[in-house]
Each structure stands twice: as C-alpha cells, then as structure tokens.
C-alpha cells in the first residue's frame, strides 16, 4: 500500500519562499508523475506541477516562473519550492501520484497525501 | 491551454441516479479520471481511464468519455455520496499539463 506523508512550514510571510516535502512509501518511486497540487479556502483544485523520477518536470505555465519542484530518488522523496507567496498562494498542498504521461490516452492520480494548509499572512 | 467545465452544483433524490459531466477539448485525447472531495479530507480517485474503478471504490461509480464530454454517474446515489467531485486530464496542447475541472457540488436529498 503506497502511502505519501508529506511536511513543510504552515506560515509564511509575503515574499517567503514555501517549501513543501513529500515522501513515498510502500511502492516504487519509477514510472510515475509526482505532482503537486494546492487547494485555495472554499475553491477549487489546481495543478502545480510534477516531476518524474529522472526529474524532467512539467510546470502550470501561471506559476511556472516561481515553481520549482525537485526529486530525492534516494530517499523516494520530491519537494515544491514557490517564491516569492503572496496572499493568493493561501491553500491546502497536495502531493500526489499521478498516471499516465503526455502520449498516453489516459491521466489520473491515485495516491494522494493528507494535504498540508499553507497561510501567506503578514 | 484548455479548460474543464464542470456544473458547480448537482442535486439528486436518495437512491436516484445522477450524472456529473465534464466538457473540454482536452478529452477528445485524453480520458477524463474523477475525484470525490469531502469536506476537510483529500481527494480520491474513483474512476480512472475509459471506465475503471480503483479498488474499494463501489460499483455504482461508473464512467463515460464520448467526444469532449466525460461523465460521472451514481446509480442509487446514498447519503454519503454527498460530496465535491472534480475530474482533471492533461491539456491536449502545449506542455500537457494537468487541469482541473472547477469542480460539481453533489448533494443527495
């Protein structure tokens, strides 16, 4: 049974920099997109970005130029680096394991961590 | 880039069947997988691919992807089925990044 548990500090101050950890568990870390995805108050999901065990990654082109997000393969684990926070980036972070790459028919994440709430807040 | 819509609200009587659509381009290449989201918990994937369900997922989930528009239906919907479902594919042009559809608020009356 795979398992993500995931950490990172839980506020920040406008213009910090969010640092966000996931590890993996119980599973093999190769043939896998592992994504982040963040879940501002009261809305919707959105999709940060992922990176696969070789660390090519693949940004949300509207945060592109403050994302980074990077692979430990010797610890099964993969960080979110987002600079520069505003109020905006308030949300639950997700870390998940996605399915399915760009010439596959099919996409999907179907291991996901318990979310990590993140307040920007002066 | 292109972009998932989903009906923000979705009502069904107990024990109905109810079908929650997602619309994009994006699904004519792409198989729509859907979430279900309940309050102040993580997402869960209940239908991935053309059709299928992960395991521990009830049979009255089910799928369909014809065209651009992707369906969730709950045959004999229950009272812990209320819930916010989201599907999410990759976008059919540029860097085929992950979307989001703005998610569907099922209540089961």
């Known amino acids: 049974q795979v398992q993500l548990q995931q950490w990172g500090a839980g506020l920040l101050k406008p213009s910090e920099t969010l640092s966000l950890t996931c590890a993996v568990y119980?599973?093999?870390?190769?043939?896998?997109?592992w994504t982040w995805i963040r879940q501002p108050p009261g809305k919707g999901l959105e999709w940060i970005g992922e990176?696969?065990?070789?660390?090519?990654?693949n940004y949300n082109p509207s945060l592109k130029s403050r994302v980074t997000i990077s692979v430990d393969t010797s610890k099964n684990q993969f960080s979110l680096k987002l600079t520069s926070v505003a109020a905006a980036d308030t949300a639950v972070y997700y870390c998940?394991?996605?399915?399915?790459?760009?010439?596959?028919?099919?996409?999907?994440?179907?291991?996901w961590g318990n979310g990590t709430t993140v307040t920007v807040s002066s | 880039s292109s972009e998932l819509t989903q009906d923000p609200a979705v009502s069904v009587a107990l024990g109905q069947t109810v079908t929650i659509t997602c619309q994009g381009d994006?699904?004519?290449?792409?198989?729509a997988s859907w979430y279900q989201q309940k309050p102040g918990q993580a997402p869960v994937l209940v239908i991935y691919?053309?059709?299928n369900r992960p395991s521990g997922i009830p049979d009255r989930f089910s799928g369909s992807s014809p065209g651009n528009t992707a369906s969730l239906t709950i045959t004999g919907a229950l009272a812990e089925d209320e819930a916010d479902y989201y599907c999410?594919?990759?976008?059919?042009?540029?860097?085929?990044?992950?979307?989001f559809g703005g998610g569907t608020k099922l209540t089961v009356l």
């Open positions: 998940a394991r996605g399915q399915g790459g760009a010439t596959d028919y099919y996409y999907y994440m179907d291991v």
């Open positions: 119980g599973g093999s870390f190769s043939g896998y997109y």
């Open positions: 990176i696969n065990h070789s660390g090519s990654t």
């Open positions: 994006s699904l004519r290449s792409y198989y």
């Open positions: 691919g053309r059709n």
């Open positions: 999410t594919s990759r976008d059919f042009s540029g860097n085929h990044q992950g979307v």
